[in-house]
């Protein structure tokens, strides 16, 4: 496995750089749409000339389209990016995006979940609090220079998770056994109170081994 450089595709340099920032400012306000979608009571004429409108945007965009969103690559800043990720890319209107930080023990969070993510009444679908804590928990495990693909995940949803007010999440690294890495978790409030908790094993890909230390100094 590889991970391209920034500049090295397309464009490149500070015009590249530029033209992604503009694409993240277009996906958070798909997001705002999403969650106006989901929340809007307006009128049945109006939802269908707001539903017109949108069909022309998305033929705008589809005017000049790539194979598969935007692929893993080290940033300018030397950094590791996915902005095409579902759960943490800029570019990519479906997710957070999540923005994880490195800490002395492994990685924290502090997602704030959307209307858009309901599942039960009024708060977080199960599903999406599992993949948020899966990506979590993957950068946990890059981060110790053990990239690897999930191999299971168990969760254990303590309490109703709610949107619209930031929560934390944490992960670290528990244990390690040749390509294995388990991974612990949880989503929880400010105070304290844990909402999901979750255990994770990753393995390394035999081919993912030489990129694994690479992109631990770069998450
Ligand atoms: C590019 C830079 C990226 C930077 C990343 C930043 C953060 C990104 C965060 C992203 C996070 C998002 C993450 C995502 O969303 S990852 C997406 C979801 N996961 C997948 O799609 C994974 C699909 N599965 C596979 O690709 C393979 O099966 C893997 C790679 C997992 C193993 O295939 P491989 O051919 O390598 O394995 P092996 O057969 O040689 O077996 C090796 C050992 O492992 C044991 N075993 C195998 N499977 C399981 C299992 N299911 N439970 C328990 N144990 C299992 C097996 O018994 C053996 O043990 P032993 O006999 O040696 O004791």
Known sequence: MTVETAATEETGGS?????????????EQVRELMD???????AEDE?????????VLTERLRAARRDTPLQPEIAPDGSFRHLGNAVAGDCNPYALPLKAEVTP??????????PM????PNSVHGGVTAMILDHLFGTAAAAA????????LT???RRPTPYGRPLVADAAVTRTEGRKTWVDGRIATPDGTVLVEATGLFITPTAWL??????????
């Not at 939802?47 to 069909?55: G, L």
């Not at 220079?145 to 299971?152: K, W």
């Open 105 to 114: 023990d492994g990685v924290r969070a502090e997602p704030t979940f959307r």
């Open 117 to 120: 993510h309901e599942g039960p």
């Open 36 to 42: 106006a979608v989901v929340l809007t009571d307006v």
């Open 47 to 55: 939802i269908a000339r707001v539903t017109e409108e949108v069909a």
């Open 155 to 157: 969760v254990r949803y």
């Open 15 to 27: 015009d590249r750089e530029s033209r992604l920032a503009a694409l993240g400012v277009l996906a």
């Open 210 to 219: 030489p990129a694994s230390e690479e992109v631990a100094d770069r998450v």
């Open 145 to 152: 220079g053990r990239l690897g693909m999930t191999a299971s």
